[in-house]
């Protein structure tokens, strides 16, 4: 009788194994806190992005905007070949300015939603690993 005992014991311990085995959330919360800190460095790289191009953007303004008052001083004092070459100048200077942020901007977004992506995946094969546990 007493091996009877035991090899119910043993089969009703087999039995709550996979109650026992239960994470209670963790694959999930894993993949939740992969997820939300994909978010934030996505967020960091756009917000870096922006600020370069912003930058970037107003440097060129004022280098064009300082062109073109040296132009007008120039086509005032009847110098036109220098004031256009002035205006040229700074509209050339103030374009460059602009695509190098818009270069620099658009390598921090793909590179942001390429690590948002990165932790994602993982986030996501935790969750599987996890949940094939059970």
Known sequence: MKSIVTASAVLALIVATPALADDGGRGERVEQRLDARGDRINDRLDNRGERIDD????????????????????????RD????????????????LDRRGDRIENRNDRRGDRIDNRLDRRGDRVHRRVDRRR
Do not use: S, W
């Open 55 to 78: 930058r970037l953007d107003n440097r060129g303004e004022r280098i064009d905007d300082r062109l073109d008052r040296r132009a007008d001083r120039a086509e005032a004092a009847g």
């Open 81 to 96: 070949g220098l004031a256009n070459r002035l205006d040229a100048r700074g509209d050339r200077i103030e374009n460059r």
